[in-house]
């Protein structure tokens, strides 16, 4: 009898608890509940089911990331509209991701490290969350519609980087080298969206100029040139964008030959010479990270 009950004390002691989440609030309710007993809203969507384990904190499960679903759909509302989604929308979700992050930063003294630097990521993702919104609402509503573009660009890639680090965690828990290549990850992040400025008179891009003082993000380069994105404002509605030879960059801005070590996806080939210009454009083009490519914006080159 002794030797049935121990067998059972160990079986519950290595199971996983199950709570039910609202929605909403992100506070737990009974499993069969029809409205939350903390925010009076009813349930009309499938709610969270989120497991906690008893045993071991070395390992960040399934459902330690799964607590952090409002951010993802907070990412979803943001990215996956042709508009600017309601600012109810936009509040509710900043509301269920301020309590996810708060429950967080309260366990986070007893998380591990993989657990730590998930965290981290998902702090810092809804931070690039934020500042999408940001630059999506100057992009449509103005007075800066081509800074907004601009750095819509910049945030994407960015955001679809930070998404990728935290897959890396989700899915090499078991492997121990997993914490230092995300940390190279970030490093060469840092790298790839770095911003410099013009300090000659002007800087030629294409048929386009930029001038002294304007900031910049390298999108890509290739044969001795690189793709560049304005992100100061213009009198465009789009941002000034194309081929800079690298021989201008070191001599024209605060670029001195660093080459960034996460490559994205160029634009387009290279001008083959440098007197090339393009006239006409169907588009200018742009990185969108849930689409992982380059889209045509309508800009005239």
Not at 24 to 45: E, I, L, N, W
Not at 149 to 154: D, I
Not at 185 to 193: D, H, I, V
Not at 222 to 240: F, T
Request: hydrophobic letters at 40%; aromatic letters at 10%.
């Amino acid at each position: 009898m002794k030797k049935w009950a121990l067998i059972l004390v160990l079986l519950f002691s290595v199971s996983p608890a199950w709570a039910i989440f609202c929605q909403y609030c992100g506070k737990s309710m009974a499993d069969d509940a029809k409205f939350c007993q903390h925010c009076g809203k009813g349930v009309t969507a499938p709610l969270i089911a989120i497991g906690t384990p008893t045993v071991a904190n070395n390992v960040a499960d399934d459902g330690f990331f799964k607590e952090y679903e409002p951010i993802t759909r907070y990412e979803m509302l943001l990215t996956s509209a042709n508009s600017l989604p309601a600012s109810a929308k936009i509040a509710e979700s900043r509301f269920l991701v301020s309590q996810v992050l708060a429950k967080k930063e309260k366990q986070f003294p007893s998380f591990s490290p993989l657990k730590a630097k998930a965290h981290a990521l998902f702090v810092r993702k809804n931070e690039i969350l934020d500042r999408y919104h940001e630059a999506l609402k100057c992009s449509i509503n103005g007075p800066s519609k081509a800074r907004g573009l601009a750095q819509k660009e910049v945030i994407s890639f960015n955001l679809a980087k930070t998404n990728e680090m935290i897959a890396e965690l989700k899915t090499g828990q078991d492997d121990p080298a997993v914490l230092t290549r995300v940390e190279r990850l970030e490093q060469e992040l840092r790298e790839a969206t770095r911003e410099y400025l013009v300090t000659s008179p002007f800087l030629r891009v294409d048929n386009s100029k930029m001038s002294k003082g304007q900031p910049f993000w390298i999108a890509e380069t290739k044969n001795g040139w690189a793709q560049i994105i304005c992100l100061a404002d213009v009198k465009d509605s789009y941002p000034v964008a194309g081929w800079v030879t690298l021989y201008d960059l070191s001599i024209r801005t605060t670029w001195k030959g660093e080459i960034p070590t996460v490559p994205v996806v160029v634009y387009h080939e290279p001008p083959v010479q440098s007197n090339v210009v393009i006239v006409e454009h169907d588009g200018w083009w742009g990185y969108q990270h849930h689409h992982h490519g380059w889209y045509g914006r309508g800009h005239r080159w």
